[in-house]
């Protein structure tokens, strides 16, 4: 148990539904980030939080948004959904003693589009 | 533009032989690097980490190996077993903690 929690674990919705994925941190973690793993694909960086304030953005959509919360858990809202964005999308979340780059992942929130 | 490659999808290996994950990547400005296994239904769950300044970082039976000049580093699992079965993606680190991923390995050991 790497002390990140997601919900949902799974979910299924149609295309131009919204959803929203949430996020709860390790106890003490400031840093929360998203990824995205579609079929037979490597981990794609979406957006990083931290302490509520965005610190980097990947390749995430405009259709995408997310926040980081003063509680700080994190939701990703997904808008206008597509069939290509049914994946596996992945909280992690880091320490700021985490100099070595080590996240700690959630079991993901799979996502179908149909 | 893929920064970090894994250019097997898969590899078998035999219980008790050594295994050999490779990953190659094209940032010079990466200061770690890193690799997570994932098995079904699970998060990717980190392993073992090398910083860029270093060569080699050995922890029980996996063994890190970093070539700067070649931009390559590989994992070495010995001996292998049967619960090293899993999804083994490489990882480097960028600012901020931002981590880029390869597309991953499958690792199969057959006992």
């Known amino acids: 148990d790497s002390g990140v929690t997601q919900t949902p674990k799974h979910l299924i919705t149609a295309t131009g539904q919204r959803v929203t994925l949430r996020c709860s941190p390790r106890?003490?973690?400031?840093?929360v980030y998203w990824y995205q793993q579609s079929l037979d694909q490597g981990l794609q960086f979406l957006i990083q939080?931290?302490?509520?304030?965005?610190?980097a953005k990947g390749n995430i959509l405009e259709r995408f948004s997310a926040q980081q919360f003063p509680d700080l858990h994190s939701e990703l809202n997904l808008s206008s959904l597509e069939l290509g964005d049914s994946a596996l999308y992945f909280c992690?979340?880091?320490?700021?003693?985490?100099?070595?780059?080590?996240?700690?992942f959630g079991e993901g929130s799979r996502l179908t589009v149909l | 533009d893929q920064q970090v490659k894994q250019n097997s999808p898969s590899l078998s290996v035999q219980e008790g032989r050594i295994s050999i994950l490779n990953c190659d990547y094209t940032?010079?400005?990466?200061?770690?690097f890193l690799w997570y296994k994932k098995y079904p239904a699970e998060g990717p769950t980190f392993l073992i980490s090398?910083?860029?300044?270093?060569d080699k970082n050995e922890d029980g039976r996996f063994t890190v190996f970093l070539n700067k000049s070649a931009k390559h580093l590989s994992l070495h699992i010995v001996p292998s077993q049967p619960g090293d079965s899993a999804v083994y993606f490489c990882?480097?680190?960028?600012?901020?903690?931002?981590?880029?991923f390869g597309a991953g390995t499958i690792l199969r050991v057959k006992s």
């Open positions: 940032n010079s400005m990466f200061d770690y």
């Open positions: 992690a979340s880091s320490g700021t003693s985490g100099y070595t780059g080590e996240l700690f």
């Open positions: 990882a480097a680190r960028e600012y901020g903690n931002k981590l880029v």
């Open positions: 939080y931290y302490n509520g304030e965005e610190r």
């Open positions: 090398i910083s860029s300044i270093k």
């Open positions: 106890s003490g973690d400031l840093s």
